[in-house]
């Protein structure tokens, strides 16, 4: 029986971001089809190759090849897993940015220190 996740399970599975899969999807790097409300799916065994996962859960959340047997609506967890996602990103760049930030004010206390009508002099002597 072929088992299907849907795009947020696929991504919490492997990973990386609905946005990463949906991507993946699209250049037709990760093929996937379509259940009977519309909704993509993605073959398990396709996702597990893909991103080298050697164990994957294969039930219970996964889709059966019959999708309409199955309860399609996970809506509220694919915007909670998205919105973890997402923390975990701002809260990277918002240590990047204060990172960042120390470093300017190092580099303007260097700047600071310097004699530029010095460094004048030392540059007009040079042949």
Do not use: C, W
């Not at 991504?11 to 993946?24: D, G, Y």
């Amino acid at each position: 029986m072929d088992l299907y996740y849907d795009i947020s399970k696929a991504a919490l599975t492997a990973k990386v971001s609905r946005h990463t899969i949906m991507k993946q999807m699209s250049s037709g790097k990760l093929s996937y089809a379509v259940d009977s409300s519309g909704k993509k799916i993605i073959p398990v065994d396709d996702l597990a190759k893909i991103y080298n996962l050697a164990e994957i859960e294969k039930e219970p959340t996964a889709h059966s090849a019959d999708p309409e047997k199955e309860p399609v609506d996970s809506t509220v967890s694919d915007l909670k897993h998205e919105i973890a996602l997402l923390k975990q990103r701002v809260s990277s760049q918002q240590e990047m940015i204060e990172e960042l930030k120390k470093s300017k004010k190092i580099l303007e206390d260097h700047l600071k220190k310097i004699d530029f009508n010095e460094v004048l002099k030392l540059l007009k002597q040079k042949p």
